[in-house]
């Protein structure tokens, strides 16, 4: 099996060919083309591009550089493009974790639904309030 930044590799990269153990990433490509059409039929004002940087003389080799993403999603972080690949590679990325024994800590992407409650907020037309990080350590 491929190590994480092997795989982080050939994503950003296109090499090595998605094939052989790498041939998830090939899955992974389809299901976010599919969630990202799944958004974009949601939300009229959300769209697809592609990730060109912030036009800096290195954009070029930043992560996501020439990826589809969408773009017009309003919540906090996601302003500028949304990297859909990528959000949809943490699920992904979670369940190879377990196949190779490394459980972690439980996360967001461990709850039955919550790819599928991730993708409404995605599409969401208004953006949840911002909850300041002094009232989320209050609240736990």
């Known amino acids: 099996m491929p190590s994480d930044g092997e795989v ?3 994503i950003h990269d296109y090499e090595p060919a998605w094939t052989g153990p790498y041939h998830g990433i090939s899955i992974v490509h389809d299901i976010s083309i599919f969630a990202g ?3 974009v ?3 009229a004002d959300i769209r697809w591009n592609v990730s060109h940087g912030d036009g800096t003389r290195r954009d070029h ?3 996501g550089f020439g990826q589809p993403c969408l773009v017009g999603i309003p919540h906090f972080g996601y302003e500028s493009h949304c990297p859909i690949f990528y959000e949809v590679f943490r699920w992904f990325a979670t369940g ?3 196949l190779a024994g490394r459980i972690g800590l439980k996360m967001d992407v461990d709850r039955r639904g919550s790819f599928a409650e991730h993708l409404n907020f995605l ?3 208004e953006p949840p309030p911002v909850v300041p990080l002094s009232q989320r350590v209050i609240d736990d």
């Open 37 to 39: 059409d799944l958004v």
């Open 123 to 125: 599409a969401a037309p």
């Open 61 to 63: 080799e930043e992560m």
């Open 41 to 43: 039929s949601k939300n």
């Open 8 to 10: 982080i590799s050939a």
């Open 96 to 98: 190879r974790h377990r």
